[in-house]
């Protein structure tokens, strides 16, 4: 993710960018691993651009776009080859989400990881994100993430689950990363594929969310949290 400018902010055509390559390997096996990382020494990606939502204008938009994600997300997470998450610096929002569906995450000591939404948009994660989330580090602690919109430091997110490891800098991180895909590229591919699909299955039997979804996106509460965002100013939630 290259937009360093902006701490890698992402916008759908980014989104769409590393869905397509997840795709591609799919079809064409011309990879055995891939390293997801994010340009710059700030940040993986600091969630979805803000300024992407100007255009919503109710909560159907906001189910359009979670269904959107969830395609993205879904394509990424069954990419038939491992993914490997880099991490530096902020890593929240939709670049939480998508670290959350890479099989292996590794950070340097400055990462931050969490969905400070309660505080910003208010807007909501999809059912999918919160299985996927709820998965990888338990409900209680997806609760406490979300309720106080706490960023886990790279300390934290060790003992949490969400990384495997902490490296001192960023030469080390790439360093590490090649090291785990070479090493990942050397084993059973079926074995690994396998595993990564037997795992999904079991985590996703999920109901409907469409109804949380437009409540949240269609409130005067998430154009207030976009607005405020944008405009650099406090927030102002009243629950509507």
């Given at each position: ?50 300024a ?46 998508i ?42 602690r ?19 689950g969400?990384i ?77």
């Amino acid at each position: 993710f290259n937009r360093p400018q902006a701490r890698n902010a992402l916008t759908f055509a980014m989104y769409e960018g590393v869905a397509e390559i997840c795709a591609r390997v799919a079809k064409t096996g011309e990879v055995k691993a891939l390293v997801i990382t994010g340009g710059g020494d700030k940040a993986f990606a600091a969630g979805t651009d803000i300024a992407q939502f100007r255009d919503f204008k109710s909560g159907e938009d906001g189910i359009a776009y979670e269904r959107k994600m969830d395609v993205i997300l879904d394509t990424i997470e069954r990419c038939p080859v491992p993914t490997i998450a880099a991490i530096v610096g902020f890593c929240t929002g939709g670049g939480a989400a998508i670290a959350a569906v890479c099989d292996l995450r590794i950070a340097t000591g400055n990462a931050q990881f969490g969905f400070p939404i309660a505080r910003t948009l208010g807007n909501c994660l999809s059912i999918s994100n919160l299985a996927r989330l709820s998965a990888l580090i338990g409900a209680a602690r997806t609760t406490e993430m979300i309720f106080t919109a706490k960023l886990y430091d790279a300390t934290e997110a060790l003992a949490a689950g969400l990384i495997s490891e902490v490296l001192p800098d960023i030469p080390a991180l790439s360093a590490r990363a090649q090291d785990i895909a070479r090493l990942v590229a050397g084993h059973a591919p079926l074995t690994l594929l396998a595993t990564k699909e037997g795992l999904r299955r079991l985590r996703d039997n999920l109901p409907p969310d469409e109804d949380l979804i437009r409540l949240c996106y269609g409130s005067a509460d998430f154009r207030e949290g976009m607005e405020a965002f944008l405009g650099k100013r406090p927030v102002k939630f009243e629950g509507r």
